[in-house]
């Protein structure tokens, strides 16, 4: 393939349709800042730019490093990778990391300015670990612990750390919502290494679809999808309007349908996005269901 690096091979290497994991957290994060009376839109904001430029960079580091280390290859599933195609060098690629991140920086810097060290600490480490999940001389991601890693930084740290920068606290309902978002991230991620794992063992990435067999990567996804859905339903205990994500509930029986029975890439490919689709229905719902709340 033609060597390029064009606009379009950019916006694919950034791949779209992973961004609603950090769209949605963000959303649920300021939703709860809303319900502590801490809503400030230029903080949520920015925490939106943030965490988007933070999950391209995990995805331009990601597309890089599985290049690397002989994940993706001809034989590759998924959609077209662009350093393993041929469309971004490495070395172009190793810049556009560089780039991402510094914006990263830039925006984070704004929000230490509101809140101080923590935020520092929060971004130094979400930076760090979109590397690492690829990198590094332990990568997360070859080590069976990326669902860990996505539940934790998609979920705890995004919903957590969106109402942290707006309230100057972490409130009780962040941490319960995060379970919402984080679960959905690490859903995604369940599809892409089931996909994967016939290409991803002859490489070494050792994904709990690897290690376990693709039978119990689906079960995970049910799992994960299914801890989603309980989120609403306790939070709406107490906010009643909380409830609105459950009216999704007959659009995520059919994408776990079509996770349960895809058995090809194409398949498996429109699952993944199908997923992101709920993900962002989801967190949008839940959102404006806690915003209703008084």
Do not use: H
């Not at 172009?92 to 809140?115: D, E, P, R």
């Not at 229905?281 to 915003?291: C, E, K, R, T």
């Amino acid at each position: 393939m033609k060597e390029t690096t064009s606009l379009g091979a950019w916006v694919l290497a950034s791949r779209p349709k992973t961004l609603p994991a950090a769209v949605a957290p963000v959303l649920v994060g300021t939703a709860c800042a809303k319900q502590a009376d801490g809503l400030f839109l230029p903080a949520a904001l920015a925490a939106l730019v943030g965490a988007v430029l933070i999950q391209i960079g995990a995805n331009f580091a990601n597309d890089l490093y599985d290049f690397k280390y002989g994940a993706d290859a001809d034989d590759r599933l998924g959609p077209t990778r662009a350093v393993q195609s041929g469309t971004i060098t490495a070395s172009a690629m190793t810049v556009g990391i560089a780039v991402v991140f510094t914006l990263a920086i830039a925006v984070g810097s704004y929000l230490v300015s509101l809140t101080g060290w923590p935020i520092v600490v929060v971004g130094i480490a979400s930076i760090l670990a979109a590397i690492a999940y690829t990198a590094g001389p332990y990568p997360l991601g070859y080590n069976g612990l990326g669902e860990v890693f996505v539940i934790l930084f998609f979920g705890f740290v995004a919903v957590c750390g969106t109402c942290y920068v707006q309230v100057g606290r972490i409130t009780s309902l962040a941490l319960i919502c995060s379970l919402n978002p984080g679960a959905m991230a690490a859903a995604i991620l369940v599809v892409n290494n089931v996909r994967d794992a016939e290409t991803d063992a002859p490489s070494g990435k050792r994904t709990l679809a690897v290690r376990f067999g693709t039978g119990v990567g689906k079960i995970e996804y049910v799992a994960l999808i299914l801890v989603a859905y309980a989120v609403p339903a306790v939070v709406s205990a107490e906010i009643p309007w909380a409830f609105l994500p459950l009216l999704s509930t007959p659009l995520g029986v059919v994408v776990t349908r079509k996770v349960l029975r895809a058995d090809s890439g194409p398949l498996y490919n429109r699952s993944l996005a199908a997923t992101g689709g709920l993900m962002l229905v989801q967190g949008f719902l839940l959102a404006f269901g806690i915003g209703l709340g008084d």
